[in-house]
């Protein structure tokens, strides 16, 4: 056993490029498997963590069942709650700094005991207009005790006072220089707002084992009050899901190029090492022996790889985590943290994948009579290429079938489709191109003589044409994300040149039904403004029995006029008909909101908005393709005003000006309101912004995929060469020069390269369907189209690669020794 | 200890009808046409013919490297073609010594794990087989070179070293093919003394092709082969 675990390490160390190779490939595959896998919490635990600290640990938001914002907490009943805190929240805009966005906390001086205080200020500093904050404002815009905040909040400006400043704890955790939090006295808040005694935010501490039951007992306890979850883990994680699931999509292609790769390498291992493969089957080794052997090389190999590619994960997960922490800026990041499984799948996937990968060669390796593998004599095989034909044709119109005759279904099963229609390719095209140069040998033959035995090298040599299918897998990778992102780009500005506004506010901080009509009555009387134009819109999260849900506020009067992206039309009528009468509390749903939540026309559905629950009906059901988070009920803005007491939104409209001068004048105007002014070019670039992101992360992973393809299509040549250098050698004894064989090597790469992005161009079209059904399968609907034009740069750069890719073997292979090559028997 | 146990009149290797043919494509060309012939227990036999006579794919099915396409080869009464693959490894390990024209040691063992390699295939523990190794490596009086890789050896030694793998099961057949196609005439006389005396030492049954009619005489009997058949 010792002797044999030391022959495998010494064969593995033996040839150090092909090592660097696998390790390569199976680090790789596992750090991407690795940061996949953990995005998902990584990102949740980014986004949740702060929010965890904000709400100071709690887990439950209580609100009336009366409706009220305001209400009292003296009723309510401790059961499956530990301890709650009652405070006045408002939100306001900052005056004499440079129009930060405050969240005003009215407290009462107990509840400020879980805080540090830097410097121990009494109770009674804690009253009238006081006001406390945090280190990193207090740093951040140099303030003092005792300086000044001038706030505009319900509708009028108040001058707070520093009181005391805080360590960055609880709900100063997130401050930052654009938003920040403040404590003032609870009664000076509810003086200002005439609302004493009343609180509009109550938390609390979970009592019970599992938020669940602590809220089930809490609302069994308290008939007047409700407990709510303060907030959805699974809201964020489904924001997430979108770009972990493109992930994974780009993953299989890593994982295809990466196992082309090692079955690639473990060819080549059988082909160098066949003479001691012979010799160990001689000297009365099994069959059984030697595929161990080689798959227990397989399994280092995944061993090593797999602790390489776990730590490169963890590398990669910290540095996304770094990223995607919203405090990075001011040193705080959360704890790096990722589950331990993670690392017992990654290494099991590593090891599993190598084996799997090099099982085929494994097999076959032994395969031939003992005689045959000392001698390298290949035996006559049965041809299988007209049955790979004839089922890559198969499985390609198959495909085709369901994805054009039955579009639902192929949806349904899309990566399954795509993943078919790929193996189809890869079946079909080896016959093709068999028929293609047995068409065309003899013809260019007299003319490109070189050029011509090039060619049909490529036909006969089995590791060439394996090169074909890496370069054809990695280039489908590339249209993938090409198509993909010019098509993310193409719906965004579709979908704003579908939308009739030339300028756009929002992020306006004020929940004042005053603020609001003050802002749309001055927006009216300007004259620079087409006043018919002015359109209100506005989201709002909230929960429908215990799931998250989006309501999307509109005037369906105005709505479809508004644009064009989503059809509401329905037989002769308008969906958005039904939601004219806010009385009748109607909504429209997404097709996704309808498959998520199981409801149909006629649903009666209890939505929950700002704590109140109102019964809606479902009157409609709508494609809303890619609009906001394509997951959403839509009801009359008036329902949410009124309901629910939801008075912030979007304003769209259009001017008689300039776009461009009005908003830089309006920014000015709304600043004192938190609100953001943009024409619709600014709004349509930010979001292509957005969207690249997410395309840039997987160019990143079509990059891999061509890297990696690139060393695979070398070690495919090294295959190919040593198979063939005995009648490279005859050629040489014939009289061919060195140079010569160099061009017969370069002509064998070239024609691999261009063949396969023929084959990748040619099933282009219907790729970038199927890719359109995969992401609607994803829940991202959206038409790809596959553009010949942004996808040539790409081509162009995957030649080269793949041309340099030669040069090594060219290098390699100066020294052909001809006399050593002829007298093998 | 010999692993035949039967008679001395009873043959070591018997062969009947034996037939091979290669298929390519379209083109069928039979290399053996059915050969019968038997060889004793202890006999040192050469076989010799022109290239392309079939010699060295006589001597790979007698070792049972390869599979005729009809006709049988027995060995002590068992006919190798009709074992399963287990059995036929282990035969090979244990009661044949396969000696080839290019050494074919592994090139990254040292030379006593190259001598070793079919009790290491074989499972055994190591250590009863050490005064074994001892005595070949004296025998073949590389004991010097025990810790040496294949590539830091001369042809002959190679040669010696693949002989003395062949030799660690104490097999009661060695097959040599072309041993002395790759040496010069000093190493292939003193590996040539080296077979005949383990001939006569350890009552080997010995059978060699060759293209030297000189070491072809160092044998007991010569076959000729020509044409896929025996000539006179």
Request: hydrophobic share 45%.
């Amino acid at each position: 056993m010792r002797i044999f675990c030391k022959y495998i390490m010494r064969t593995m160390l033996e040839k150090k490029a092909r090592l660097v190779l696998l390790l390569f490939a199976i680090t790789l595959s596992t750090a991407l498997f690795f940061a996949s896998l953990g995005l998902t919490d990584l990102i949740v635990e980014s986004v949740s963590r702060p929010i965890v600290e904000k709400t100071e640990e709690h887990h439950i938001r209580i609100v009336s069942e009366t409706g009220d914002s305001f209400f009292s907490a003296d009723d309510i009943v401790t059961a499956g709650i530990k301890s709650h805190t009652s405070s006045i929240v408002l939100p306001g805009v900052i005056q004499n700094l440079d129009h930060e966005i405050v969240t005003l906390h009215g407290r009462t001086w107990d509840s400020l005991s879980p805080y540090t205080f830097v410097d121990a200020p009494s109770e009674d500093s804690f009253s009238g207009s006081s006001a406390v904050i945090s280190v990193r404002v207090a740093e951040l815009f140099s303030l003092e005790r005792g300086d000044a905040l001038e706030v505009l909040f319900a509708g009028e400006t108040h001058t707070l006072h520093v009181s005391g400043i805080v360590g960055n704890q609880g709900v100063f955790y997130g401050d930052t220089n654009r938003s920040f939090d403040v404590i003032v006295p609870y009664g000076y808040l509810a003086e200002t707002l005439e609302v004493e005694g009343l609180y509009n935010h109550v938390t609390a501490v979970m009592g019970e084992d599992s938020l669940d039951a602590s809220l089930v007992l809490f609302n069994e306890m308290n008939p007047d009050f409700r407990g709510i979850p303060l907030y959805n883990e699974d809201f964020v994680a489904s924001m997430v899901n979108q770009q972990v699931n493109a992930l994974y999509f780009m993953l299989v292609f890593i994982i295809l190029v990466s196992g082309v790769i090692i079955h690639g390498a473990f060819k080549l291992i059988v082909t160098e090492r066949r003479r001691v493969i012979g010799t160990f089957l001689s000297q009365g080794a099994t069959k059984g022996t030697i595929r161990g052997i080689l798959l227990a090389e397989g399994f280092v190999y995944g061993l090593v790889g797999g602790a390489f590619g776990i730590l490169l994960g963890i590398g990669m997960l910290y540095v996304l985590h770094d990223y995607s922490s919203p405090l990075r800026a001011y040193g705080v990041v959360e704890p790096f943290r990722f589950a331990g499984a993670l690392v017992v799948y990654a290494g099991l996937f590593a090891i599993g994948f190598a084996m799997v990968s090099a099982l085929s060669p494994v097999i076959r390796s032994v395969r031939r009579e003992v005689k045959n593998i000392i001698l390298d004599i290949r035996e006559p095989q049965r041809k299988k290429g007209a049955l790979l034909f004839v089922l890559g044709t198969l499985l390609l119109c198959g495909s085709a079938l369901l994805s054009y005759v039955s579009p639902p279904t192929a949806i349904d099963y899309a990566p399954f489709v795509m993943l078919s229609a790929i193996i189809g390719v890869l079946m079909v095209y080896p016959r093709v191109l068999d028929f293609l140069i047995s068409l065309f040998f003899r013809r260019i033959l007299p003319v490109f003589r070189l050029t011509a035995l090039s060619i049909q090298n490529v036909r006969t040599s089995a590791a060439l044409r394996g090169n074909i299918t890496v370069i054809v897998i990695a280039a489908i990778s590339v249209v993938t994300v090409v198509s993909l992102s010019s098509s993310m780009v193409r719906i965004v500005t579709d979908a704003f040149d579908s939308m009739r506004f030339d300028i756009y506010v929002h992020n306006i901080q004020t929940n004042d039904p005053g603020s609001r009509r003050t802002i749309m009555d001055t927006l009216r009387e300007d004259e620079r403004i087409v006043g018919e134009s002015l359109m209100e819109t506005t989201s709002v999260e909230g929960n429908v029995a215990g799931e998250f849900a989006i309501a999307e506020g509109i005037e369906p009067g105005r709505f479809d006029d508004f644009t064009d992206y989503i059809d509401f039309t329905h037989g002769d009528g308008n969906l958005l008909d039904a939601l004219e009468n806010a009385e009748e509390r109607n909504t429209v749903i997404a097709t996704t909101t309808a498959a998520r939540l199981g409801l149909d026309v006629g649903s009666a559905v209890d939505l929950d908005f700002n704590g109140i629950v109102q019964t809606y009906t479902v009157t409609g059901i709508v494609d809303v393709r890619l609009w906001n988070t394509r997951d959403m009920f839509f009801v009359n803005l008036a329902n949410l005003r009124e309901d629910h007491h939801i008075d912030h939104g979007r304003i769209y409209f259009d001017t008689h000006e300039n776009p461009e001068t009005l908003v830089d004048e309006l920014q000015d105007y709304f600043r004192n309101f938190g609100g953001i002014v943009q024409t619709r070019d600014e709004a349509r670039d930010i979001n292509i912004e957005n969207n690249r992101q997410l395309s840039r992360m997987l160019s990143a992973f079509s990059l891999f995929a061509i890297v990696i393809g690139s060393f695979g299509a070398l070690n495919n040549m090294f295959i190919s060469y040593l198979q063939r250098k005995r009648d490279f050698a005859v050629l040489e004894s014939l009289g061919t020069h060195q140079g010569q064989r160099n061009r017969i090597l370069l002509t064998e790469s070239l024609f691999c390269v261009v063949f396969a992005l023929v084959v990748v161009v040619l099933y282009g079209n219907f790729h970038a369907r199927l890719i359109g059904q995969v992401a609607s399968f994803l829940l991202l609907p959206m038409d790809i189209t596959f553009s010949l034009v942004e996808i040539f740069p790409f081509l162009l750069a995957s030649i080269a690669i793949y041309t340099l890719a030669t040069l090594p073997l060219l290098v390699k292979t100066r020294n052909l020794n001809v006399i050593e090559e002829m007298k093998i028997e | 200890m010999k692993n035949d146990m039967k008679k001395a009149s009873d043959p070591c290797i018997k062969v009947e009808g034996l037939k091979k043919t290669f298929v390519n494509g379209t083109v069928t060309v039979e290399v053996l046409k059915g050969l019968d012939f038997t060889i004793a227990p202890g006999e040192f036999v050469s076989i010799m013919g022109p290239s392309g006579s079939g010699k060295s794919t006589l001597l790979y099915l007698l070792g049972a490297l390869d599979t005729p396409t009809a006709g049988t080869v027995q060995m002590n009464g068992r006919n190798l073609h009709s074992m399963r693959g287990r059995e036929k490894s282990r035969l090979r390990r244990t009661e044949l010594g396969f000696v080839f024209q290019f050494y074919n040691l592994v090139p990254n063992l040292t030379v006593e794990e190259n001598i070793l390699l079919p009790i290491i295939l074989d499972g055994k523990p190591l250590k009863m087989y050490k005064e074994r190794l001892d005595e070949l490596l004296r025998i073949i009086d590389m004991e010097d070179h025990r810790k040496h890789t294949p590539r830091k050896l001369s042809g002959g030694q190679q040669q010696r070293v693949a002989v003395a793998r062949a030799l660690i099961f104490d097999p009661g057949v060695l097959l040599l093919d072309e041993p002395t196609g790759n040496l010069d005439s000093k190493n292939s006389e003193s590996l040539m003394r080296l077979v005949a005396d383990i001939n006569k030492t350890f009552g080997t049954t010995i059978v060699q092709v060759t293209h030297s009619d000189t070491f072809s005489t160092w044998g007991d009997r010569i076959l000729h082969l020509e044409d896929g058949m025996f000539s006179d």
